[in-house]
């Protein structure tokens, strides 16, 4: 029994919209490779793969045993079908469209039934990985009717579960396939079950009716070591790959000078941050790579907290209480400013007041201000801010161009709202996403690292570790190297349950129900 | 009374407009739009410039906004909402799904607030002033205050959690399918409990006073003094009397209480996981999914504008004078 905290909004695969999508996806369709433990590419519906010197063509050859839940087996055609409804502007594919964009459609093809060559007019070094984003579909079925419309509550795929029903707004209910063509997960029935209000999902797992769900800090911290609640509910928890920073805008002129955006940074307080508002879950962060990816550079420092140094960096940038208010300035206007923060965090809340009264001992003014998340983000991507304390979601594959290369800004079409720009960092962010040398890409990013870490165009701030409650019955959830519990091979699908008559828990309570009944009736 | 029911159903007509105009312009100026909401449900990974167009073009976004309007009100005047943005299946077909929902919830928690709360309210009248009337009305303004959303998680964690008793959350259990119907509705009466406590407990203290106050006004009047003095009994004079004329501002607050009836509440819905109409709207603003958002104020404009015109009829049935129009008085 899982939690969606928000309804999935398509079980279509090619237009999945939000993570929650892709954990149910997961359990009906096949991509094209998996990724491993450590997020290394590994057969998917792909047995084997070539890939071409020029990095261009891309040769899968697909399980031959393969089937669809409807019993047909799964044909090259149908690779084609899946990658040409992706790259397909008209399709709307949001979340890998990027990755597929440069897709030769026209060269991608069934050389036999199950061989497929798929062409590129780009090289990119994520691509194998963003293979991982292809949940192959059947044509005949999906060529049929409304693709955007028609497939929001029916399934067909090559997953080792088929769709018994979905009841929009409830539940997903999902039956393990007899004729699954792979080896078999171990549970039979998978019921998402839609619960949003985290209060009422905690209360669930407390009762056995949800097995696992992710439970906000406080709740966690809380109660994992409540003798109660442990007898039943494991407490987990897993660094992904996410980090909170603090956005700096800099074309702002506060931020445009480099100095100032470091002297910012020196006055978070990180330690206190994760020992106060995390309790030790969570860890500092030097640049924009965390460190369970490879392109993590670990002799880049992460900024100290150090007040003093950070005033006197405002004071060599010309900023002086000249008026003694205490509040520094510098011709005449006080280094006063706004901190976007997004509605819904207590945590984001509490951090954005604890950066607000340090900064105020070396004389800068911070005026919080909340929004919520389609206005922030409008906001954002116009420029039209000065800082933001914000977090990122990040994929498999570390290349971090949509957030720091300069051609993805300004309507770009990227993500990089803080308007930073390095040629340095341009090139080397040019040359790495094409690089196919691993070890070559490594050392392109380790520089990056350290010229991102010098220019301070966010405050990396801290890697907050998420955390789970799951029932004690269930076994063999193990975490991904930056996925987590999920989304990796086998991980969920190699989860089971411990059955009731082993567990004295429950033998224990029987007997309480019984008197129960006779009592009711 | 037919001029004074077509100048209201007039009345109506426009303020329908003016709703629909104003809706749509205050969703628009919002800052945010659709697009920004699925920007940030990417996170990292890159929506690039064509695809965006590509949505803002097929919700015909890329127009100006009185345009933007027409293309909805063409589809309004034949009851097309159009698709919605997050899942574009059709705003009709969303909300028709989640009505009834809200609806029997509602309405149970509505009923039970209205026929506890005026008798206590009747009641308390004839007690004003007294010790135990005053206990009362200290009682009902706790209760009133209580927020629900902590009272819903209380309710939820003794009944469902300790004692085991109520389910925990959801409209029905796993094997509703497989039930017959009369265990099917043993099965929703049994979710329906914790969220009905939820939703009537502050509503009864709102029909408990109002009904007080109405009629303690009507019985400080010449009129209930005579009755008295004429001989009628207490329960007599409350009754008939009393109560009677005390019906105005009732009818009021019915005309009040009726749009609630299907507008559904966040919190309640959202602890629960009672997937009704409030759960939609939220979602709906927060992803500014406008086509959905304006799908629902359609729907509570006509239902808000109905009762609102059930509740003109109610006051000319009542009250004679209404009848006449405002030049007789």
Same mark, same amino acid.
């Given at each position: 029994m899982r939690r969606l905290a928000t309804d999935i909004s398509t079980l279509n695969p090619v237009v999945l919209g939000s993570r929650y999508d892709r954990y149910v996806?997961?359990?009906?369709?096949?991509?094209?490779?998996?990724?491993?433990?450590?997020?290394?590419?590994?057969?998917?519906?792909?047995?084997?793969?070539?890939?071409?010197?020029?990095?261009?063509?891309?040769?899968?050859?697909?399980?031959?045993?393969?089937?669809?839940?409807?019993?047909?087996?799964?044909?090259?055609?149908?690779?084609?079908?899946?990658?040409?409804?992706?790259?397909?502007?008209?399709?709307?594919?949001?979340?890998?469209?990027?990755?597929?964009?440069?897709?030769?459609?026209?060269?991608?093809?069934?050389?036999?039934?199950?061989?497929?060559?798929?062409?590129?007019?780009?090289?990119?070094?994520?691509?194998?990985?963003?293979?991982?984003?292809?949940?192959?579909?059947?044509?005949?079925?999906?060529?049929?009717?409304?693709?955007?419309?028609?497939?929001?509550?029916?399934?067909?795929?090559?997953?080792?579960?088929?769709?018994?029903?979905?009841?929009?707004?409830?539940?997903?209910?999902?039956?393990?396939?007899?004729?699954?063509?792979?080896?078999?997960?171990?549970?039979?029935?998978?019921?998402f079950k839609v619960v949003n209000d985290h209060g009422t999902a905690f209360n669930a797992l407390k009762s056995g009716d949800l097995d696992e769900s992710v439970v906000p800090s406080d709740t966690w911290l809380r109660e994992k070591n409540n003798p109660q609640i442990t007898r039943t509910i494991d407490f987990q928890r897993f660094y992904s790959l996410n980090y909170n920073y603090i956005a700096w805008n800099n074309r702002d002129p506060l931020f445009k000078d480099k100095r100032i955006r470091r002297a910012m940074s020196m006055c978070i307080p990180i330690e206190a941050v994760i020992r106060d508002l995390f309790q030790g879950t969570a860890r500092a962060m030097s640049g924009p790579f965390t460190p369970d990816e490879w392109a993590y550079n670990p002799n880049v420092p992460v900024v100290r907290y150090d007040p003093l140094g950070a005033q006197e960096l405002l004071a060599a940038a010309g900023w002086k209480d000249s008026n003694r208010d205490g509040v520094l300035d510098k011709d005449g206007k006080p280094f006063r400013f706004d901190l976007v923060i997004m509605t819904g965090s207590a945590t984001s809340t509490q951090f954005a007041q604890m950066a607000q009264a340090e900064l105020k001992k070396v004389g800068v003014q911070v005026d919080i201000v909340m929004m919520d998340g389609a206005m922030a983000i409008q906001r954002l991507m116009a420029g039209n801010y000065q800082s933001a304390y914000l977090?990122?979601?990040?994929?498999?594959?570390?290349?971090?161009?949509?957030?720091?290369?300069?051609?993805?800004?300004?309507?770009?079409?990227?993500?990089?709202?803080?308007?930073?720009?390095?040629?340095?960092?341009?090139?080397?962010?040019?040359?790495?996403?094409?690089?196919?040398?691993?070890?070559?890409?490594?050392?392109?990013?380790?520089?990056?690292?350290?010229?991102?870490?010098?220019?301070?165009?966010?405050?990396?701030?801290?890697?907050?570790?998420?955390?789970?409650?799951?029932?004690?019955?269930?076994?063999?959830?193990?975490?991904?190297?930056?996925?987590?519990?999920?989304?990796?091979?086998?991980?969920?699908l190699g989860w089971w349950i411990a059955k009731p008559q082993s567990d004295p828990q429950r033998a224990a309570s029987q007997p309480r129900d019984a008197a129960r009944a006779s009592a009711g009736s | 009374m037919t001029s004074y029911l077509v100048r209201r159903l007039l009345y109506a007509v426009l303020t329908f407009f003016g709703i629909t105009v104003a809706t749509f312009a205050l969703i628009h100026i919002v800052p945010g739009d659709p697009i920004s909401f699925f920007v940030g449900r990417a996170g990292a990974t890159n929506i690039p410039a064509e695809m965006r167009a590509a949505i803002r073009h097929e919700f015909h976004l890329d127009e100006p906004l009185p345009v933007q309007y027409l293309y909805w009100f063409r589809g309004a005047v034949t009851f097309d909402f159009g698709a919605s943005i997050l899942d574009r299946r059709p705003v009709r077909e969303r909300i028709a799904e989640k009505l009834p929902a809200t609806f029997q919830l509602n309405f149970i928690a509505f009923l039970l607030a209205a026929s506890i709360g005026i008798p206590i309210g009747l009641w308390s009248a004839t007690r004003s002033g007294h010790l135990s009337e005053r206990a009362s009305a200290v009682g009902f303004f706790l209760l009133y205050s209580l927020p629900s959303?902590?009272?819903?998680?209380?309710?939820?964690?003794?009944?469902?959690?300790?004692?085991?008793? !109520?389910?925990?959350?959801?409209? %029905?259990?796993?094997? $509703? +399918?497989?039930?017959? *119907?009369?265990?099917?509705? &043993?099965?929703? @009466?049994?979710?329906?409990?914790?969220?009905?406590?939820?939703?009537?407990?502050?509503?009864?203290?709102?029909?408990?006073?109002?009904?007080?106050?109405?009629?303690?006004?009507?019985?400080?009047?010449?009129?209930?003094?005579?009755?008295?003095?004429?001989?009628?009994?207490?329960?007599?004079?409350?009754?008939?009397?009393?109560?009677?004329?005390?019906?105005?501002?009732?009818?009021?607050?019915?005309?009040?209480?009726?749009?609630?009836?299907?507008?559904?509440?966040?919190?309640?819905?959202?602890?629960?996981?009672?997937?009704?109409?409030?759960?939609?709207?939220?979602?709906?603003?927060?992803?500014?999914?406008?086509?959905?958002?304006?799908?629902?104020?359609?729907?509570?404009?006509?239902?808000? !504008?109905?009762?609102?015109?059930? %509740?003109?009829?109610? $006051? +000319?049935?009542?009250? *004679?004078?209404?009848?006449? &129009?405002?030049? @007789?008085?």
């Open positions: 996806a997961n359990y009906l369709f096949t991509p094209l490779v998996y990724l491993d433990r450590s997020l290394q590419p590994i057969p998917g519906l792909a047995d084997a793969w070539e890939i071409s010197d020029d990095g261009l063509t891309y040769r899968f050859e697909l399980n031959k045993k393969a089937t669809f839940s409807n019993g047909r087996p799964v044909r090259a055609a149908d690779v084609v079908y899946t990658l040409r409804k992706i790259a397909d502007p008209k399709t709307k594919a949001v979340q890998v469209y990027d990755a597929f964009s440069s897709l030769d459609s026209a060269k991608t093809r069934a050389i036999d039934e199950h061989t497929v060559e798929v062409v590129f007019r780009q090289r990119l070094a994520a691509q194998l990985l963003r293979f991982n984003d292809v949940l192959v579909i059947p044509e005949d079925v999906y060529a049929v009717g409304d693709f955007g419309k028609d497939f929001t509550t029916s399934a067909v795929g090559s997953g080792p579960y088929r769709l018994v029903r979905r009841d929009v707004g409830k539940e997903i209910v999902l039956q393990r396939r007899k004729d699954y063509w792979r080896e078999r997960p171990h549970i039979e029935t998978v019921i977090s990122w979601d990040l994929d498999a594959d570390p290349d971090p161009y949509a957030i720091f290369h300069s051609s993805q800004s300004d309507g770009g079409g990227g993500q990089n709202f803080v308007f930073y720009a390095n040629a340095e960092a341009d090139r080397i962010m040019d040359e790495a996403r094409r690089e196919l040398d691993p070890s070559k890409r490594k050392d392109m990013y380790w520089r990056l690292h350290e010229i991102l870490a010098e220019d301070q165009p966010y405050t990396w701030v801290v890697q907050v570790s998420a955390k789970w409650g799951l029932n004690k019955r269930v076994h063999g959830v193990e975490s991904s190297r930056g996925f987590g519990f999920f989304q990796w091979y086998p991980g969920e | 959303f902590w009272v819903a998680l209380l309710l939820m964690q003794w009944f469902a959690v300790h004692l085991e008793l !109520l389910p925990l959350f959801g409209m %029905a259990s796993n094997d $509703y +399918a497989d039930m017959t *119907p009369a265990q099917q509705f &043993g099965d929703r @009466a049994r979710h329906l409990v914790l969220p009905v406590i939820t939703m009537t407990y502050a509503q009864l203290a709102i029909f408990a006073r109002f009904t007080k106050s109405a009629v303690t006004e009507v019985i400080r009047q010449d009129f209930i003094t005579a009755a008295r003095a004429k001989g009628a009994g207490t329960t007599a004079v409350l009754l008939r009397h009393a109560f009677r004329n005390a019906l105005m501002p009732l009818i009021t607050l019915l005309g009040i209480t009726i749009p609630y009836l299907i507008s559904g509440s966040v919190i309640v819905e959202q602890i629960f996981q009672w997937d009704g109409i409030g759960l939609l709207y939220y979602d709906a603003i927060l992803s500014r999914d406008y086509p959905t958002v304006m799908g629902l104020t359609v729907v509570t404009a006509v239902v808000t !504008l109905l009762a609102g015109l059930l %509740a003109d009829i109610l $006051y +000319a049935v009542a009250d *004679p004078r209404v009848r006449l &129009g405002e030049g @007789a008085r």
